[in-house]
């Protein structure tokens, strides 16, 4: 609550638990016991006496969630002889896409810092992603791989690319062509794919001399499908989407056409665009 400039805090029967005292030009409520307040420049962290116990050098600072707060820097960018050059040098690397299908960008520096303000993944990274499934995928040196909540690399930095953890496995590229690690940063699947999707329910769509396909865990083709699909889409409640003759329709785990192909384009719950050229 906020009165003559001054913010404070009450509680649910509106007595004060923190007096209007905190002058700030932005503030956030709590999370995980702390509450964000921006006075000047940067953000900092008070908790529940109204104490500050975290002063920040950041600008663009979210909650803590998990016992992390994520922290950002952008980076600023101009234009030389036509090209345009980051002003950190950011290395060039491949596209990487998110949970939700969207483009990541890597002019948004991030990084993320525990509750002693500790900085544990470091902003100075080429690029570090939000987490999603326990994995932050980071960019070092050119090379990508991904840490944990501690900072700990779970997938060293090798790679000419990564996607997102789904399903225990990553796909990473290693030269020209895309392989799965797991968790514990072993090569699960080798590198024999020109594209690689995510795995769910088991089973994941890779593309190998212009063909796609379905592999399992352990990169054994599951079940063959029909020779006139041309594009495939992943597994969601046993379905998956199939492109034939410019219509997609879906099939089962077993190559069987469930529904005739008769749509222009189709979009499961959990992916807007479901062929594997969109990623």
């Not at 470091?122 to 501690?150: L, R």
């Not at 795995?199 to 994941?204: D, K, L, P, S, V």
């Not at 329709?249 to 499961?268: L, M």
Request: proline share 4%.
């Amino acid at each position: 609550v906020m009165s003559d400039g001054k913010w404070g805090f009450i509680d649910k029967t509106g007595s004060v638990v923190i007096p209007l005292q905190i002058r700030a030009k932005s503030i956030r409520g709590f999370s995980e016991g702390l509450a964000m307040v921006k006075e000047k420049k940067y953000w900092a962290f008070i908790d529940k006496t109204g104490k500050k116990v975290i002063e920040t050098r950041y600008e663009d600072v979210d909650p803590f969630k998990d016992g992390l707060a994520e922290v950002r820097r952008e980076v600023n960018s101009f234009s030389f002889g036509g090209l345009l050059i980051n002003a950190i040098g950011i290395a060039a690397g491949v596209p990487v896409y998110g949970p939700d299908g969207n483009l990541i960008s890597d002019k948004i520096k991030r990084g993320y810092i525990d509750k002693t303000g500790a900085e544990v993944i470091s902003t100075k990274n080429d690029y570090t992603s939000p987490f999603h499934d326990g994995a932050a995928i980071v960019k070092v040196k050119g090379k990508w791989g991904a840490v944990d909540q501690k900072g700990a690399y779970i997938v060293e930095p090798k790679y000419n690319g990564i996607h997102f953890f789904s399903d225990g496995l990553a796909a990473v590229k290693e030269g020209a062509k895309w392989g799965y690690v797991g968790k514990d940063g072993r090569l699960v699947i080798p590198p024999t794919y020109d594209e690689a999707g995510e795995f769910t329910e088991g089973i994941a769509v890779v593309r190998q001399s212009g063909k796609a396909f379905f592999i399992d865990k352990e990169g054994h083709v599951p079940f063959l499908v029909p020779k006139n699909i041309t594009d495939l889409g992943m597994f969601i409640s046993g379905l998956a989407p199939v492109k034939i003759d410019g219509k997609w329709g879906f099939i089962d785990k077993t190559g069987t056409i469930v529904i005739a192909p008769a749509y222009a384009e189709v979009r499961t719950h959990q992916y807007d665009t479901d062929n594997l050229n969109s990623r």
